[in-house]
């Protein structure tokens, strides 16, 4: 998608070198990655992205490189086993891809793909399969105009995440989510652990009360909030708050013990049999990182209406279907 190959491409736009993207617009079977994932690749031989599981990059970087040289943008067909010797087993998942390639954008369609992310605004971008391939974007779809067979992408708003405590888990959590494109902010009243210094431009870091933040940010069904503080006085605000709303994940640090003790204090509280506790899936990691890990799993999960289990134990496909683009 282009959020995630977007920084690269900013990145060498500002440096003044070219650069090309590989875009899948068109599958026939099935495959590893969703219709509108992104390759990017500079002028400088340097490239970000995938198509696929790595059966096709190779391939594709081949061609971008071309255009990049010169050759003319176009669309065209790959297969994970193009580059099998004859006696090799082709890949199961060995359907035709169609993969626009094409220059990135220019202006001032760049300028708003750019906005649109660092703003979390939405946007939807189309470009031309046809050529001259030509980019344009509007707040909606129907704002476009028709330019005959097109690939649209809606980037949309990052879900936010809510870490109520400004702990060294919450820095972790941070650092982690914000490779699952999600908006981390961190609340705290108490000024010593807001200036703590450990979170680096991983998340908004906000000295307020949980439940007077929400009043002015309301949460909705794609966002999450997980309290953090081990302090009954700053967490049990934060939960009644996201509870009393349509907040999609909630859920609390602590031993089922605590979470018993919590769940008597909040008796009364509207949607507290959404609440859950101890947050988390359960990989038995005992370290920062395995239970921020352990944490965000579960809001995978439960983003994708799954219960989290061993995928050799499941027969459900690997990937949830998620429509975020189409032709």
């Known amino acids: 998608m282009l959020r995630e190959v977007w920084p690269f491409v900013d990145d060498h736009r500002r440096a003044g070198r070219p650069v090309v993207l590989a875009r899948l617009v068109g599958r026939d079977g099935p495959g590893s990655r969703p219709l509108g994932a992104t390759m990017a690749a500079a002028e400088d031989g340097t490239w970000r992205g995938s198509l696929s599981g790595g059966c096709v990059e190779g391939i594709v970087l081949d061609t971008a490189r071309a255009v990049l040289a010169g050759a003319a943008p176009h669309v065209t067909a790959v297969s994970p086993g193009d580059e099998l010797l004859p006696w090799e087993d082709t890949p199961l998942c060995a359907g035709e891809l169609r993969v626009l390639i094409t220059p990135a954008p220019p202006e001032p369609v760049h300028t708003a793909i750019t906005t649109a992310l660092a703003e979390d605004r939405p946007l939807t971008v189309r470009v031309g399969l046809r050529p001259p391939h030509r980019w344009s974007t509007a707040a909606t779809a129907d704002q476009l105009p028709d330019m005959g067979p097109a690939f649209t992408e809606e980037l949309t708003a990052r879900p936010r995440l809510l870490l109520v405590g400004a702990t060294d888990l919450a820095a972790v959590l941070a650092t982690l989510a914000g490779t699952l494109h999600r908006k981390v902010v961190v609340l705290d009243p108490r000024p010593g652990h807001v200036a703590s210094g450990a979170f680096t431009g991983t998340a908004d870091v906000v000295r307020a009360w949980p439940d007077e933040w929400i009043a002015r940010h309301?949460?909705?069904?794609?966002?999450?909030?997980?309290?953090?503080?081990?302090?009954?006085?700053?967490?049990?605000?934060?939960?009644?708050?996201?509870?009393?709303?349509?907040?999609?994940?909630?859920?609390?640090?602590?031993?089922?013990?605590?979470?018993?003790?919590?769940?008597?204090?909040?008796?009364?509280?509207?949607?507290?049999?959404?609440?859950?506790?101890?947050?988390?899936?359960?990989?038995?990691?005992?370290?920062?990182?395995?239970?921020?890990?352990?944490?965000?799993?579960?809001?995978?999960?439960?983003?994708?209406?799954?219960?989290?289990?061993?995928?050799?134990?499941?027969?459900?496909?690997?990937?949830?279907?998620?429509?975020?683009?189409?032709?």
């Not at 939960?239 to 031993?255: E, F, H, M, N, Q």
């Open 218 to 327: 309301p949460l909705g069904i794609r966002d999450a909030v997980v309290t953090l503080s081990h302090d009954p006085r700053i967490d049990d605000r934060a939960l009644r708050a996201a509870l009393a709303g349509p907040t999609g994940y909630v859920a609390a640090l602590g031993s089922r013990a605590t979470h018993a003790q919590r769940l008597r204090r909040l008796a009364d509280a509207p949607g507290l049999d959404r609440l859950t506790g101890p947050a988390g899936l359960d990989p038995g990691g005992a370290s920062l990182a395995g239970s921020a890990l352990s944490i965000l799993a579960e809001i995978v999960a439960v983003d994708n209406g799954r219960g989290g289990r061993r995928l050799r134990d499941g027969d459900l496909p690997i990937r949830s279907a998620t429509v975020a683009a189409h032709t």
